[in-house]
């Protein structure tokens, strides 16, 4: 929807809602929200638009795509700063938001020719007569629904593959970020010039859960949701309606391990950004850490010396910002409760350090893994420690999760083999979420994390369907495929099998 339109419906008495400035309240804008009516005419627009988008070569896309991309650059500060102001979070990182939006739009760009242009494949020796391809052909129009944690990172995940792929896109934005998600439909049209004026393939819609409601029920090809896991099993229940395929990224609860022989310096610097971070709300945040014994105490000294060193508010070059969205507040501080009344300890904070629109580090050692601390997703900057006796245990505790998005593991000798067999999407060996800064690999959850994948040449084709040609060049020695076979057809064959597949 554009800007004009948001103005025309402001005026003929529909419901709005505001986006405000979590560190002040101050009203950034003000958005209708969009009927199933208008959701329909938003995915109408698309399909039109993905007529002509479909229909350009991959290279033709690409260019598109560039423009925008070189016009986000231009407009980097601007773009960081409005993340800044409609989140909360200070600038470095919002920053590194735009930066790591920025490196995935130029991948899924440069990649999906390769990923999905047609190649050939070997039609076996019984189809020998034949040559084979595959394509990966659009689907159409994608509905892109993201949250508010990553307003540009995470839905770019979507949207910059699902474009590239060429498919045209209808984004719903979170309530609380969707003068980011305007921003970024805005410039694309800009970027695409008179096209982009007449009829994007990126498409906004605005408003809250309803409008998302209805793209899972409109006249879409598939769902890319990211957001909690609660609000995901209601989109898929929607989309079960229309049989609409779901790509779903949700929430985690990710375990960072500390083996015996890590180097405890870097380890802990990685924990406490991993943890701390964007205040805590992020969906591959360090939730939970098991530390092995041996080194447990010289571990959490750093840890609790570095979080003691964090400055917390509303300024820009602050390092944690305030909770963006209210409700998690109380969620924030019933998991702290909980932990230090089932017998964890505190040491550093308390439930006192949550002071709306802030939360202050929290760090609780040896908290029961029964606890909500331990398993709910808390999205604050709190972090649990638990001590155990071996790498192996810190790996079943890890596993013992309903969620399982990322992982990481310190380890100088053993990080490979914990690796594979930490239960996770993505793990990060000595270093932190260094996956999501690598374009070329796929992101995306197991079990209550979610399933689908975004990123890399899964991502793309996670947006695409395979087509499959097989084309006769000459005629065969044999031709089971024809009611005027010779009788000797079938025996010839079955000793053709025999003699190829025996071994
Ligand atoms: P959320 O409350 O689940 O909302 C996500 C999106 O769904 C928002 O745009 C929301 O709109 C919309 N929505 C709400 N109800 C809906 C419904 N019934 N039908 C369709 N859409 C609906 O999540 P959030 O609080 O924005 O984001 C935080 C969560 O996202 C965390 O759990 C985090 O772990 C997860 N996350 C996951 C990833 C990943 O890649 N796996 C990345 C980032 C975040 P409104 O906001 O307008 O209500």
């Known amino acids: 929807m554009s800007t004009d339109s948001a103005e025309k419906s402001a005026l003929i008495d529909i419901e709005m809602f505001q986006s405000l400035d979590p560190r002040t309240n101050d009203v950034i804008a003000e958005f209708p929200v969009l009927s199933p009516q208008d959701v329909e005419e938003a995915v109408a627009n698309a399909r039109s638009a993905a007529t002509w988008w479909g229909s350009l070569t991959f290279s033709a896309r690409a260019r598109h795509l560039k423009h925008w991309r070189q016009l986000i650059l231009e407009r980097f500060d601007e773009l960081a700063g409005l993340i800044s102001h409609e989140t909360g979070k200070p600038m470095a990182d919002a920053m590194l938001e735009v930066v790591l939006g920025v490196d995935h739009l130029h991948w899924a760009g440069k990649n ?48 910059a593959y699902a474009l590239s792929a060429g498919n045209a896109v209808v984004f719903k934005p979170s309530e609380f970020t969707t003068k980011v998600g305007q921003w970024l439909v805005d410039t694309f049209a800009e970027a695409l ?34 957001g909690s896991s609660a609000t995901g099993k209601r989109v898929m229940s929607a989309c079960s309606d229309r049989l609409i395929p779901v790509l779903m990224e949700c929430g985690g609860k990710d375990a960072f391990i500390v083996d015996s022989d890590a180097n405890l310096k870097s380890a802990s610097d990685a924990a406490v950004w991993g943890a701390m971070a964007n205040a805590g709300q992020t969906c591959v945040g360090v939730e ?13 000294d750093l840890v609790v010396d570095q979080v003691s060193k964090l400055t917390v508010g509303g300024e820009p070059d602050a390092d944690i910002g305030p909770i963006t ?8 501080e019933r998991h702290v409760k909980d932990g230090m009344r089932s017998g964890g300890q505190a040491v550093v904070g308390s439930a006192s350090s949550i002071r709306a629109p802030y939360v202050k580090p929290v760090v609780l050692v040896d908290v029961p893994e029964d606890a909500s601390t331990v398993t709910e997703e808390t999205f604050g900057p709190v972090i649990v420690i638990n001590r155990v006796p071996s790498l192996r245990v810190a790996v079943e505790r890890a ?54 994948r975004i990123h ?40 053709l099998v025999r003699v190829l597949y025996r071994w």
């Open 112 to 159: 999906a020719k390769r990923v999905l242009g047609r190649r050939h494949v070997a039609p076996g020796m019984l189809m020998f007569n034949h040559t084979a391809s595959v394509e990966y052909e659009a689907l159409g129009v994608v509905g892109v629904i993201g949250p508010w944690n990553y307003p540009v990172f995470t839905p770019m995940g979507s949207i």
């Open 193 to 226: 010039g008179d096209q982009g004026r007449h009829r994007s393939p990126l498409q906004l819609i605005t408003g809250d859960g309803r409008t998302g409601n209805a793209l899972c029920q409109s006249d879409i090809d598939k769902l890319a949701f990211t």
């Open 288 to 300: 939970r850490i098991y530390v092995v014994d041996s080194v447990a105490d010289r571990f959490i």
């Open 325 to 332: 969205m209210p409700a998690q507040l109380a969620i924030i």
């Open 399 to 452: 596993n013992a999760s309903r969620y399982a998005l990322g992982a990481t593991v310190f380890s100088k000798r053993n990080g490979v083999r914990a690796a594979q067999d930490l239960t996770a999407g993505m793990v990060g060996i000595n270093s932190i979420l260094p996956y999501a800064a690598m374009p070329s690999l796929p992101f995306g959850g197991v079990g209550g994390s979610g399933f689908g």
């Open 456 to 495: 890399g040449a899964e991502g793309l084709r996670e947006f695409a369907r395979p087509k499959s040609v097989a084309h006769r060049r000459f005629p065969p020695l044999l031709n089971p495929t024809s009611f005027s076979k010779a009788q000797w057809t079938m025996h010839a064959l079955k000793t």
